[in-house]
């Protein structure tokens, strides 16, 4: 069984700051690893993921994430927040073989002021 | 394709009455997942279908709740004798075969059980 701890419900930062949201995940077998963000009142989007090869990942819009075997993290990171970025955000595991549901953390949400 | 579909957003239901949730997926997607996510929760899996077959359920799904994908297209969830405690988002989702495919969620049915 697979479990993540989103160390942070709520980061709050102003807006140009820079940010970084913890997840640290529990696996006895290899995972892949996902960032979805959620905006109120919608679904889930994919923003980024770790299947193998560089251990950092890059979304379009700016925010990276690290995959760190030894620590068991995979921590989301954006140099420079908008206020845009303001919403909910989700890491989330699956076993890399055979096949297997995501299990997701409670979430972080993100609040970025003026 | 615009993605995967649910109807209805927003569904009010008197407790005790019996609720009904349908998903389109992506189409060319054969696998389907149904998410449960609460108030201050990360999304919890409910039920899996490849194709038309249900090939696993969470203990989360209770015998009240019961999920199907005629022809392996669009998917069902039903609750019957709604209690407040299922009020949450039910989310859908959809992937490919592959053990490095992503799944693709819909925007949710928020579920208000009064």
């Known amino acids: 069984a697979q479990s993540v701890t989103q160390l942070d419900s709520q980061v709050p930062v102003f807006e140009e700051a820079p940010v970084e949201l913890r997840c640290n995940y529990s696996?006895?077998?290899?995972?892949?690893l996902f960032w979805y963000v959620q905006y109120p009142n919608q679904g889930l989007q994919l923003l980024l993921k770790y299947l193998s090869g560089s251990t950092l990942v890059e979304s379009i819009n700016g925010f990276e994430a690290e995959f760190n075997k030894s620590q068991t993290s995979f921590h989301l990171r954006k140099p420079s927040v908008h206020i845009s970025d303001t919403a909910e955000y989700f890491c989330a595991v699956r076993p890399s073989s055979g096949y297997s549901t995501l299990t997701f953390g409670k979430g972080t949400m993100l609040l970025v002021s003026p | 394709d615009t993605g995967v579909s649910q109807n209805p957003r927003h569904k009010i239901t008197k407790r005790g009455q019996n609720v009904t949730f349908r998903c389109d997926p992506i189409?060319?997607?054969?696998?389907l997942y149904w998410y449960r996510q609460t108030l201050g929760q990360g999304p919890e899996f409910l039920t899996y279908f490849q194709n038309e077959a249900q090939l696993e359920k969470s203990r989360l799904l209770s015998d009240r709740f019961s999920a199907e994908r005629p022809k392996g297209s669009f998917s069902t969830l039903e609750i019957q004798r709604t209690e407040q405690g299922d009020s949450a988002m039910y989310l859908c989702?959809?992937?490919?075969?592959?053990?490095?495919?992503?799944?693709?969620f819909g925007q949710g049915t928020r579920l208000t059980v009064v």
């Open positions: 989702a959809s992937s490919s075969t592959g053990v490095n495919t992503e799944a693709f």
């Open positions: 696996s006895s077998v290899s995972v892949y």
């Open positions: 189409s060319e997607h054969n696998r």
